[in-house]
Protein backbone atom coordinates (compact mmCIF):
# COMPACT_ATOMS: atom_id res chain seq x y z
CA UNK A 1 0.00 0.00 0.00
CA UNK A 2 0.91 3.22 -0.81
CA UNK A 3 0.79 6.91 0.58
CA UNK A 4 -1.38 8.98 -2.39
CA UNK A 5 0.93 10.21 -4.29
CA UNK A 6 0.03 13.62 -6.81
CA UNK A 7 1.90 12.52 -10.13
CA UNK A 8 2.49 16.07 -12.34
CA UNK A 9 4.06 14.96 -14.55
CA UNK A 10 -8.96 -0.84 -27.84
CA UNK A 11 -8.68 -9.05 -31.92
CA UNK A 12 -9.64 -8.57 -34.96
CA UNK A 13 -11.23 -11.88 -33.94
CA UNK A 14 -12.87 -14.05 -30.97
CA UNK A 15 -9.23 -15.92 -31.41
CA UNK A 16 -7.42 -13.02 -29.72
CA UNK A 17 -9.74 -13.28 -26.27
CA UNK A 18 -7.53 -14.33 -23.60
CA UNK A 19 -4.68 -13.39 -25.22
CA UNK A 20 -2.09 -11.81 -23.33
CA UNK A 21 1.53 -11.44 -22.90
CA UNK A 22 4.52 -9.38 -22.43
CA UNK A 23 5.97 -6.97 -24.96
CA UNK A 24 6.98 -3.64 -26.43
CA UNK A 25 9.35 -0.80 -26.12
CA UNK A 26 12.76 0.69 -25.86
CA UNK A 27 14.94 -0.77 -23.10
CA UNK A 28 18.20 0.57 -21.52
CA UNK A 29 20.10 -1.60 -24.06
CA UNK A 30 19.63 1.26 -26.70
CA UNK A 31 16.63 -0.20 -28.82
CA UNK A 32 15.23 2.08 -30.53
CA UNK A 33 11.50 3.26 -30.23
CA UNK A 34 10.45 5.77 -33.21
CA UNK A 35 7.54 7.87 -31.74
CA UNK A 36 5.18 10.24 -32.96
CA UNK A 37 4.50 13.52 -32.02
CA UNK A 38 0.92 15.10 -31.92
CA UNK A 39 1.05 18.95 -31.98
CA UNK A 40 -2.12 19.68 -31.05
CA UNK A 41 -2.03 22.90 -29.12
CA UNK A 42 1.02 23.62 -30.28
CA UNK A 43 3.27 21.70 -28.05
CA UNK A 44 5.49 19.27 -29.42
CA UNK A 45 7.22 18.62 -26.23
CA UNK A 46 8.03 14.46 -25.40
CA UNK A 47 8.51 14.84 -21.85
CA UNK A 48 6.14 15.13 -19.06
CA UNK A 49 7.45 15.53 -15.56
CA UNK A 50 7.14 13.80 -12.69
CA UNK A 51 7.91 14.23 -9.03
CA UNK A 52 8.76 12.76 -5.72
CA UNK A 53 9.03 8.92 -4.79
CA UNK A 54 6.39 6.54 -5.56
CA UNK A 55 6.47 2.67 -3.72
CA UNK A 56 3.35 1.82 -5.44
CA UNK A 57 4.27 -1.54 -6.75
CA UNK A 58 2.36 -4.02 -8.77
CA UNK A 59 -0.93 -5.66 -7.19
CA UNK A 60 -2.64 -9.13 -7.19
CA UNK A 61 -6.27 -8.05 -7.18
CA UNK A 62 -9.51 -9.85 -8.01
CA UNK A 63 -10.02 -13.39 -9.58
CA UNK A 64 -7.91 -16.55 -9.60
CA UNK A 65 -7.49 -16.98 -13.45
CA UNK A 66 -5.58 -15.13 -15.66
CA UNK A 67 -5.95 -13.73 -18.54
CA UNK A 68 -2.88 -13.35 -19.09
CA UNK A 69 -0.94 -15.95 -21.42
CA UNK A 70 2.41 -15.30 -22.57
CA UNK A 71 3.22 -15.60 -26.35
CA UNK A 72 6.34 -16.11 -27.65
CA UNK A 73 8.05 -13.44 -29.93
CA UNK A 74 6.46 -15.29 -33.56
CA UNK A 75 2.88 -15.09 -31.11
CA UNK A 76 3.54 -12.12 -30.86
CA UNK A 77 4.01 -10.55 -34.09
CA UNK A 78 1.19 -12.64 -35.67
CA UNK A 79 -1.17 -10.37 -33.03
CA UNK A 80 -0.77 -7.34 -35.51
CA UNK A 81 -3.26 -7.20 -38.31
CA UNK A 82 -5.98 -5.00 -39.97
CA UNK A 83 -9.34 -6.25 -40.93
CA UNK A 84 -8.95 -4.17 -44.44
CA UNK A 85 -9.97 -1.06 -45.85
CA UNK A 86 -13.27 0.39 -44.50
CA UNK A 87 -12.62 4.15 -45.93
CA UNK A 88 -12.93 4.30 -50.06
CA UNK A 89 -11.95 8.16 -49.24
CA UNK A 90 -8.43 7.03 -47.03
CA UNK A 91 -5.69 4.95 -47.99
CA UNK A 92 -5.44 1.12 -47.43
CA UNK A 93 -4.53 0.52 -43.27
CA UNK A 94 -1.12 -1.46 -43.24
CA UNK A 95 0.73 -3.25 -40.48
CA UNK A 96 3.03 -5.76 -40.43
CA UNK A 97 5.36 -7.54 -37.63
CA UNK A 98 8.23 -9.63 -38.04
CA UNK A 99 10.62 -11.30 -35.43
CA UNK A 100 14.51 -11.42 -35.35
CA UNK A 101 16.41 -12.22 -31.82
CA UNK A 102 14.08 -11.51 -29.10
CA UNK A 103 12.85 -8.31 -30.44
CA UNK A 104 9.31 -7.71 -32.61
CA UNK A 105 9.52 -4.75 -35.02
CA UNK A 106 5.87 -3.58 -36.24
CA UNK A 107 5.35 -1.06 -38.90
CA UNK A 108 2.31 0.76 -39.64
CA UNK A 109 0.76 3.70 -41.42
CA UNK A 110 -1.68 4.29 -39.15
CA UNK A 111 -4.94 4.01 -41.40
CA UNK A 112 -8.21 3.41 -39.34
CA UNK A 113 -9.47 -0.09 -40.37
CA UNK A 114 -12.92 0.85 -39.09
CA UNK A 115 -15.34 3.36 -40.74
CA UNK A 116 -13.92 6.46 -39.67
CA UNK A 117 -15.88 9.90 -38.54
CA UNK A 118 -14.45 12.76 -38.43
CA UNK A 119 -14.56 15.13 -35.57
CA UNK A 120 -11.03 16.65 -36.03
CA UNK A 121 -10.20 19.09 -38.80
CA UNK A 122 -8.60 16.94 -42.06
CA UNK A 123 -8.79 13.13 -43.04
CA UNK A 124 -6.08 10.56 -41.60
CA UNK A 125 -3.26 10.27 -44.06
CA UNK A 126 -0.83 7.62 -43.70
CA UNK A 127 1.82 7.94 -41.20
CA UNK A 128 4.71 5.52 -41.17
CA UNK A 129 5.82 4.55 -37.95
CA UNK A 130 8.13 1.31 -36.56
CA UNK A 131 7.68 0.48 -33.18
CA UNK A 132 10.54 -2.06 -31.85
CA UNK A 133 9.46 -4.00 -28.72
CA UNK A 134 11.23 -6.83 -26.74
CA UNK A 135 9.47 -10.11 -26.98
CA UNK A 136 9.99 -9.82 -23.08
CA UNK A 137 9.92 -6.79 -20.84
CA UNK A 138 12.26 -5.61 -17.68
CA UNK A 139 10.07 -4.70 -14.29
CA UNK A 140 11.49 -1.12 -13.99
CA UNK A 141 12.66 0.15 -10.53
CA UNK A 142 11.63 3.24 -11.34
CA UNK A 143 8.59 4.02 -12.91
CA UNK A 144 8.98 6.23 -16.13
CA UNK A 145 6.30 9.01 -16.77
CA UNK A 146 4.48 8.52 -19.83
CA UNK A 147 5.21 11.23 -22.42
CA UNK A 148 1.95 14.55 -22.35
CA UNK A 149 2.50 13.92 -26.65
CA UNK A 150 3.12 11.22 -28.49
CA UNK A 151 2.95 6.83 -28.52
CA UNK A 152 3.20 5.23 -25.38
CA UNK A 153 2.07 1.98 -27.24
CA UNK A 154 0.73 0.48 -30.16
CA UNK A 155 -2.96 -1.13 -31.03
CA UNK A 156 -3.01 -4.64 -32.66
CA UNK A 157 -4.20 -3.29 -35.75
CA UNK A 158 -1.36 -0.41 -36.05
CA UNK A 159 -2.67 2.99 -34.38
CA UNK A 160 -0.98 4.68 -32.11
CA UNK A 161 -1.76 4.75 -28.74
CA UNK A 162 -1.16 8.25 -26.88
CA UNK A 163 -1.46 9.22 -23.33
CA UNK A 164 -4.26 11.17 -21.27
CA UNK A 165 -3.23 14.25 -22.70
CA UNK A 166 -3.37 16.83 -25.24
CA UNK A 167 -0.71 19.68 -25.33
CA UNK A 168 0.18 20.99 -23.53
CA UNK A 169 -1.40 19.37 -20.71
CA UNK A 170 -5.29 19.22 -20.50
CA UNK A 171 -7.01 16.46 -20.71
CA UNK A 172 -8.18 14.51 -24.27
CA UNK A 173 -11.77 14.77 -22.87
CA UNK A 174 -11.88 18.84 -22.31
CA UNK A 175 -11.02 19.17 -26.40
CA UNK A 176 -13.15 21.06 -28.00
CA UNK A 177 -14.84 19.05 -30.74
CA UNK A 178 -13.75 15.44 -28.14
CA UNK A 179 -13.09 12.02 -30.68
CA UNK A 180 -15.47 9.85 -32.77
CA UNK A 181 -16.79 6.81 -30.79
CA UNK A 182 -13.81 4.69 -31.24
CA UNK A 183 -11.11 6.71 -28.61
CA UNK A 184 -9.16 8.51 -31.00
CA UNK A 185 -9.24 11.39 -33.50
CA UNK A 186 -6.95 13.09 -36.30
CA UNK A 187 -4.41 14.68 -35.75
CA UNK A 188 -0.95 16.31 -37.00
CA UNK A 189 0.43 12.74 -37.29
CA UNK A 190 -2.55 10.84 -38.32
CA UNK A 191 -5.27 9.17 -36.39
CA UNK A 192 -4.49 7.86 -33.06
CA UNK A 193 -6.01 6.59 -29.80
CA UNK A 194 -6.43 8.12 -26.35
CA UNK A 195 -8.86 5.43 -24.63
CA UNK A 196 -11.05 2.53 -25.31
CA UNK A 197 -14.16 3.71 -27.06
CA UNK A 198 -16.35 0.14 -28.12
CA UNK A 199 -20.00 2.47 -28.40
CA UNK A 200 -21.10 4.99 -30.99
CA UNK A 201 -22.45 4.71 -35.26
CA UNK A 202 -18.85 3.40 -36.43
CA UNK A 203 -18.10 -0.02 -35.57
CA UNK A 204 -14.75 0.00 -33.78
CA UNK A 205 -11.97 -1.71 -32.71
CA UNK A 206 -14.05 -3.98 -30.43
CA UNK A 207 -17.11 -3.66 -29.58
CA UNK A 208 -19.38 -3.69 -26.28
CA UNK A 209 -20.20 -7.20 -26.55
CA UNK A 210 -16.49 -8.11 -27.47
CA UNK A 211 -14.96 -6.84 -24.42
CA UNK A 212 -18.12 -7.03 -21.80
CA UNK A 213 -17.39 -10.73 -21.02
CA UNK A 214 -13.56 -10.39 -20.25
CA UNK A 215 -10.57 -8.69 -20.98
CA UNK A 216 -8.88 -8.54 -25.15
CA UNK A 217 -5.74 -7.68 -26.55
CA UNK A 218 -5.32 -3.97 -27.40
CA UNK A 219 -2.01 -3.82 -27.97
CA UNK A 220 1.44 -3.46 -26.43
CA UNK A 221 3.07 -0.55 -24.76
CA UNK A 222 6.65 1.07 -25.14
CA UNK A 223 7.69 -1.03 -22.35
CA UNK A 224 7.13 -4.32 -23.45
CA UNK A 225 3.78 -5.15 -21.26
CA UNK A 226 0.76 -5.90 -22.98
CA UNK A 227 -2.31 -3.57 -22.83
CA UNK A 228 -5.42 -5.29 -22.40
CA UNK A 229 -9.34 -3.77 -22.37
CA UNK A 230 -10.75 -3.74 -18.72
CA UNK A 231 -13.15 -0.80 -19.04
CA UNK A 232 -15.93 -3.65 -18.15
CA UNK A 233 -13.74 -5.43 -15.40
CA UNK A 234 -11.66 -2.46 -13.72
CA UNK A 235 -11.46 0.60 -12.01
CA UNK A 236 -8.83 3.46 -12.26
CA UNK A 237 -7.34 4.33 -8.94
CA UNK A 238 -7.02 8.09 -9.65
CA UNK A 239 -9.58 10.49 -9.16
CA UNK A 240 -10.30 13.85 -9.98
CA UNK A 241 -9.04 16.04 -7.37
CA UNK A 242 -9.05 19.71 -8.72
CA UNK A 243 -11.65 20.61 -11.73
CA UNK A 244 -10.08 23.79 -12.72
CA UNK A 245 -6.94 22.07 -13.76
CA UNK A 246 -8.84 19.83 -15.52
CA UNK A 247 -8.21 21.64 -19.20
CA UNK A 248 -4.87 23.11 -18.66
CA UNK A 249 -2.99 20.38 -16.74
CA UNK A 250 -4.99 17.08 -15.93
CA UNK A 251 -2.21 15.50 -14.61
CA UNK A 252 -2.36 17.93 -11.59
CA UNK A 253 -6.00 18.05 -11.75
CA UNK A 254 -5.61 14.36 -10.75
CA UNK A 255 -4.33 12.33 -7.97
CA UNK A 256 -3.27 8.92 -7.34
CA UNK A 257 -4.88 7.26 -4.55
CA UNK A 258 -3.51 3.26 -3.99
CA UNK A 259 -6.60 1.03 -3.35
CA UNK A 260 -8.85 2.76 -4.28
CA UNK A 261 -9.55 1.44 -7.83
CA UNK A 262 -8.70 -2.44 -9.25
CA UNK A 263 -5.15 -0.94 -10.65
CA UNK A 264 -2.00 0.48 -9.52
CA UNK A 265 -0.56 3.38 -10.84
CA UNK A 266 0.25 3.20 -13.75
CA UNK A 267 -3.42 1.45 -14.66
CA UNK A 268 -1.79 -1.84 -13.99
CA UNK A 269 -2.46 -5.24 -12.15
CA UNK A 270 -0.82 -8.54 -11.98
CA UNK A 271 -2.51 -11.53 -12.20
CA UNK A 272 -2.75 -14.75 -10.21
CA UNK A 273 -0.18 -16.00 -12.84
CA UNK A 274 1.98 -13.69 -11.85
CA UNK A 275 1.82 -11.53 -15.12
CA UNK A 276 1.69 -8.00 -15.42
CA UNK A 277 -0.62 -6.09 -17.48
CA UNK A 278 -2.14 -2.61 -18.36
CA UNK A 279 -5.72 -2.64 -18.98
CA UNK A 280 -8.14 0.59 -19.81
CA UNK A 281 -10.65 2.35 -17.95
CA UNK A 282 -13.48 4.41 -18.10
CA UNK A 283 -11.71 7.40 -16.34
CA UNK A 284 -7.92 8.84 -16.35
CA UNK A 285 -5.39 8.17 -16.85
CA UNK A 286 -7.87 5.99 -19.60
CA UNK A 287 -4.69 3.49 -20.58
CA UNK A 288 -1.29 4.40 -18.86
CA UNK A 289 -1.07 6.15 -15.63
CA UNK A 290 3.43 5.60 -15.95
CA UNK A 291 5.83 3.27 -17.46
CA UNK A 292 6.20 -0.21 -15.23
CA UNK A 293 8.88 -1.63 -17.32
CA UNK A 294 11.98 -0.15 -18.49
CA UNK A 295 11.92 1.93 -21.03
CA UNK A 296 13.85 4.78 -22.46
CA UNK A 297 12.14 7.92 -23.13
CA UNK A 298 12.81 11.78 -23.41
CA UNK A 299 10.71 12.23 -19.76
CA UNK A 300 12.14 12.17 -16.27
CA UNK A 301 11.66 8.98 -13.78
CA UNK A 302 10.40 8.43 -10.63
CA UNK A 303 11.28 5.78 -7.87
CA UNK A 304 8.68 2.52 -8.33
CA UNK A 305 8.92 -0.79 -5.97
CA UNK A 306 9.63 -4.34 -6.93
CA UNK A 307 6.19 -6.59 -7.30
CA UNK A 308 4.53 -7.45 -4.68
Not at 26 to 51: F, H, K, M, P, R
Not at 74 to 83: D, K
Amino acid sequence: MTTPLRKIDWATSASLVLMLTLLSACSSDGIEVTTDGDTTGGDTTTGSSTTGSSTTGDTTIGDTTSSNIALNCEEIAAQFVTRGSANPNLADPEVSATCSDGLVSVTANGIPDFPYIATSPGDPAPNIVTYTFPEIPTPAAEFTAIPIVGSVGVAINGIPIYGPTEGPGGDVLSRPGGFNECGGHNGPTGYHYHLLGVTGTDYCLFTAADVTPAPILFGYALDGYPIYTGNTQYTSSWFLEDESLFATDTWSAHTYSAGSGDLDECNGRTDANGNYAYYTTDTFPYVLGCFRGVVELATNVRSGATAQ
